[in-house]
C-alpha cells in the first residue's frame, strides 16, 4: 500500500484537495443534511470560534517549532510539531465545519467601511491562502508518510515544505484577525 501510495503522491494529494475543498463548500453552503449533523446546544456552538482561535495560535506555534528544529537538523522534534500541526488543523477544520454547516456563516457586525476596506480583504486573503496552502500541505504530508527520512532531502518535501509552511502560517494569522474582527473587536 505504500508502495502505492509513494508512487501516486501527486494524483492522491489532487483527490485528496478536491474532495476537502467539496466538503467545505458542503458545509458552508448548509448543503450537509440535517440528520447529519449533531444537536449541539448554543454554548457549544458559540465556544467553537473561541476554541478555534486558540487552536490556531497553538498551530502558528507548532508551525514555527517544526520549521525551527528542521532548520537546526532536530528531525523527530520536527515531524512531531508538524504532525501536532496537522492534528490541529484538522481540529480546527472540523469545529469550523460543524458549526458553519449548523448555523451558516458569521455575519460581520461592525462599521460598513471596516467590513469593506478589512474584514472582507483580510477574510478573502485567509480564504485564498487556505485554499492554496491544502494542496501543499498534503503533498509534504504524503512524502513525509511515504519515504524515509533520509529520503525526502531528494524530495521536493523541503522545498514545498517551505513554501506551505510559510502559507499556512499566514493563514493561520489571518484566521485570528477575523476572529478578533467578528468576536472581539466589535463597536
Known amino acids: 500500500m505504500r508502495a502505492t501510495l509513494r508512487r501516486h ?51 502558528i506555534g507548532t508551525i514555527t517549532y517544526g520549521w525551527r528544529s528542521i532548520r537546526d537538523g532536530r528531525l523527530t522534534d520536527h515531524r512531531r510539531a508538524m504532525g501536532a500541526s496537522v492534528v490541529l488543523f484538522l481540529s480546527f477544520l472540523g469545529l469550523y465545519l460543524l458549526r458553519v454547516a449548523i448555523e451558516g456563516p458569521t455575519p460581520f457586525d461592525g462599521p460598513q467601511a471596516l467590513e469593506l476596506w478589512v474584514y472582507y480583504p483580510v477574510l478573502g486573503i485567509h480564504i485564498l491562502l487556505a485554499i492554496v496552502c491544502l494542496p501543499l500541505v498534503y503533498y509534504v504530508l504524503l512524502l513525509a508518510l511515504t519515504h524515509a527520512p533520509s529520503e525526502l532531502g531528494e524530495t521536493l518535501h523541503p522545498r514545498v515544505g517551505r513554501v506551505a509552511a510559510s502559507l499556512w502560517l499566514v493563514s493561520f494569522a489571518l484566521g485570528i484577525v477575523v476572529y478578533l474582527l467578528l468576536y472581539v473587536l466589535q463597536v
Not at 27 to 40: K, N, Y
Request: net charge negative; aromatic share 4%.
Open 9 to 59: 503522491v501527486p494524483l492522491v494529494t489532487a483527490l485528496l484537495t478536491i474532495v476537502s475543498l467539496f466538503v467545505v463548500v458542503a458545509a458552508v453552503r448548509q448543503f450537509v443534511p440535517e440528520a447529519l449533523l449533531p444537536a449541539l446546544p448554543e454554548p457549544v456552538l458559540s465556544a467553537i470560534p473561541h476554541a478555534n482561535a486558540l487552536i490556531s495560535a497553538l498551530a
